[in-house]
């Protein structure tokens, strides 16, 4: 890529994610799209949340959890957590306490406090996983709570 190509590449990206900041949603799918394509976590995170939501696009559970997984499986802890929470809450997928844990876990192991937080609760009241009290006062001190609940 010669360096007038990146510059573009950049200014491409930085108008694309001032659109959704913008929340010119439409704008911000046009332009996002192609990055995702080009398996970009970030814009794949940002193209699943707006076909979640129907935010300049039709809602579209199918293209919602294509683009989320698509993230979540390169490592980007912010799309494991929300994948989690697909999975855990049914939204655009099979309710799946088993893969929500596992999804959690993932983006845990990478230190999102959101993610140890509902790991503990789940080992609380055996969601998903075989409760275990324990292992739930560890992730929550882990997330830097002193107690469970």
Not at 29 to 34: A, E, F, G, I, V
Not at 139 to 144: F, I, Q, S, V
Request: proline content about 1%.
């Amino acid at each position: 890529m010669s360096a007038s190509n990146d510059d573009n590449y950049q200014m491409d990206y930085a108008s694309a994610m001032a659109a959704f900041e913008a929340k010119h949603f439409s704008q911000a799918m046009k332009l996002l799209s192609p990055f995702a394509e080009n398996g970009d976590a970030n814009a794949q995170y940002l193209v699943a949340i707006m076909h979640q939501n129907g935010l300049g696009v039709v809602q579209n559970d199918e293209q919602a959890l294509r683009w989320m997984t698509a993230a979540a499986n390169q490592g980007y802890a912010v799309a494991q957590h929300g994948l989690g929470f697909m999975y855990l809450e049914g939204e655009c997928v099979e309710k799946d306490g088993k893969k929500a844990a596992e999804w959690f876990q993932k983006a845990a192991d990478q230190g999102l406090q959101g993610s140890l937080t509902t790991l503990a609760m789940m080992y609380e009241q055996g969601n998903g996983v075989e409760q275990d009290t324990e292992k739930a006062k560890e992730l929550y001190k882990k997330a830097g709570f002193d107690e469970m609940g």
